[in-house]
DNA sequence: TCAAATGTTTGATC
DNA sequence: GGATCAAACATTTG
């Protein structure tokens, strides 16, 4: 479900009303969500208070008086706040003003605790929404890997998913198998400037709610309805009227227009 | 019944 | 070491 415009959503929202807070007791019930022991994780989380709440790439991560809480969504994950619980209901924070439950129908995502922020959030790359283009530029020159499988790498450069990597791609008319390091200067600084307006577009429109994604409120975000190619496969291209071709790149649904995104 | 789904990891292979 | 690819994880939906 959730890409980086999703999970800033989703800690824009929380931040406010979960900084300060106090987590009285959690209950876990997926061994595969959390990998930690579902009771160790609960004991070690009881009794702590949320300092901060931020986003880093895809992750969430709470920094606790003593500690860190480190939420990653997967593909379905949800975090309620004051939500009704369901069968998919994988973790229940009581807090001492409110609940905050954590929903995940296909268990991809991962509730940990560490002391430290954790090895898999210190080794990803550089954010997407912030990264300078000089060093975005850098980063492509340095592999050659076929540009949608670059952006989607999270160790080179966190945040981006399939949605977002499609939309930004067509709008800076790249083929998405392009090799990284044969992008010149300009269609490098055409890529990062469009990289950056679909994700600030996308967050002012609360994310894409495709299927599954929901904020903290169950509220649905709107960006689905600017999307020129993601899920658009055979309906005309909304620049020339050529049809959306999806072809399989990265081993993921990967869309685009043939005709304005030259191989 | 088959394919696909907002993600990541792991192992094999080149 | 890089990069690609397939498979796996678990479940729903069209």
């Given at each position: 479900?959730?890409?980086?415009?999703?999970?800033?959503?989703?800690v824009?929202?929380?931040?406010?009303?979960l900084?300060?807070?106090?987590?009285?007791?959690?209950?876990?019930?997926?061994k595969?969500?959390?990998?930690?022991?579902?009771?160790?994780?609960?004991?070690?989380?009881?009794?702590?208070?949320?300092?901060s709440l931020?986003?880093?790439?895809?992750?969430i991560?709470?920094?606790?008086d003593?500690?860190v809480?480190?939420?990653?969504?997967?593909?379905?994950?949800?975090?309620l706040?004051?939500?009704?619980?369901?069968?998919?209901t994988?973790?229940?924070?009581?807090?001492?003003?409110s609940?905050l439950?954590?929903?995940?129908?296909?268990?991809f995502?991962?509730?940990?605790?560490?002391?430290?922020?954790?090895?898999?959030?210190?080794?990803?790359?550089?954010?997407?929404?912030?990264?300078?283009?000089?060093?975005f530029?850098?980063?492509?020159?340095?592999?050659?890997?076929?540009?949608?499988?670059?952006?989607?790498?999270q160790?080179?450069l966190?945040?981006?998913?399939n949605?977002?990597?499609?939309?930004?791609l067509?709008?800076?008319?790249?083929?998405?198998?392009?090799?990284?390091?044969?992008?010149?200067?300009v269609?490098?600084?055409?890529?990062h400037?469009?990289?950056?307006e679909?994700?600030?577009?996308?967050?002012?429109s609360k994310?894409?709610?495709?299927?599954?994604y929901?904020?903290?409120?169950?509220?649905?975000?709107?960006?689905?309805?600017?999307?020129?190619?993601y899920?658009?496969?055979?309906?005309?291209?909304?620049k020339?009227?050529?049809?959306?071709?999806?072809?399989?790149?990265?081993?993921?649904?990967t869309?685009?227009?043939?005709?304005?995104?030259?191989?």
């Amino acid at each position: 479900m959730p890409e980086l415009p999703e999970v800033e959503t989703i800690v824009r929202s929380l931040a406010p009303r979960l900084t300060g807070r106090r987590i009285l007791s959690a209950i876990f019930s997926s061994k595969l969500v959390t990998r930690g022991g579902l009771k160790k994780v609960a004991a070690r989380l009881a009794g702590k208070t949320i300092l901060s709440l931020k986003r880093h790439g895809k992750h969430i991560v709470f920094q606790l008086d003593s500690g860190v809480l480190t939420i990653h969504l997967g593909m379905t994950g949800k975090l309620l706040l004051d939500g009704a619980a369901t069968p998919y209901t994988r973790g229940i924070f009581r807090l001492d003003r409110s609940t905050l439950l954590y929903d995940d129908v296909r268990q991809f995502g991962r509730i940990d605790f560490s002391e430290q922020l954790p090895e898999r959030v210190e080794r990803l790359g550089p954010d997407a929404l912030v990264i300078e283009f000089d060093q975005f530029y850098a980063l492509l020159k340095a592999r050659k890997a076929r540009i949608k499988s670059l952006l989607l790498n999270q160790s080179v450069l966190s945040g981006m998913g399939n949605i977002y990597t499609d939309e930004a791609l067509f709008r800076a008319r790249i083929h998405p198998t392009t090799n990284s390091g044969r992008l010149g200067r300009v269609r490098a600084q055409n890529l990062h400037r469009a990289m950056v307006e679909v994700l600030t577009i996308a967050i002012a429109s609360k994310g894409s709610s495709i299927s599954d994604y929901v904020d903290a409120d169950g509220a649905s975000g709107s960006f689905q309805l600017q999307h020129l190619v993601y899920g658009r496969a055979d309906q005309p291209c909304s620049k020339c009227g050529t049809p959306i071709r999806r072809i399989v790149v990265a081993q993921r649904g990967t869309h685009y227009c043939p005709r304005c995104q030259r191989a």
